[in-house]
């Protein structure tokens, strides 16, 4: 059975940084795409970051400058640092995990950035 599961999300205040980790059992790490999206209240999913096994990564607008991800192979995790959070990075923050042509989401974590 394939779990993907997030967790970290909070209440941060402007400027302030968080660590999103996402946890995967399950799955095939080591050919799995691993991407971090998020979904701010009224709008589309949109992508952040994504990241291959061998650590290739690529960014959207929307991550690029302020975030980082990166992973850990031996224990089938992705992390997505986020730094100087602003309020318009509030959203529900989603893992999703493609092997193939199969895809797993998890169920999401919420940031809110607020003072």
């Known amino acids: 059975q394939v779990q993907v599961v997030e967790s970290g999300g909070g209440l941060v205040q402007p400027g302030g940084s968080l660590r999103l980790p996402c946890a995967t059992s399950?799955?095939?790490?080591?050919?799995?795409?691993m991407g971090w999206y998020r979904q701010a209240p009224g709008k589309q999913r949109e992508l952040v970051a994504d990241i291959t096994s061998g650590s290739r990564t690529n960014y959207a607008d929307s991550g690029k400058g302020r975030s980082t991800i990166s992973n850990d192979n031996a224990k089938k995790m992705v992390y997505l640092q986020m730094n100087s959070l602003k309020p318009a990075d509030t959203a529900v923050y989603y893992c999703r995990a493609s092997v193939g042509r199969a895809e797993y989401w998890g169920k999401g974590t919420l940031v809110t950035v607020s003072s």
């Open positions: 399950g799955i095939i790490f080591s050919i799995a795409v």
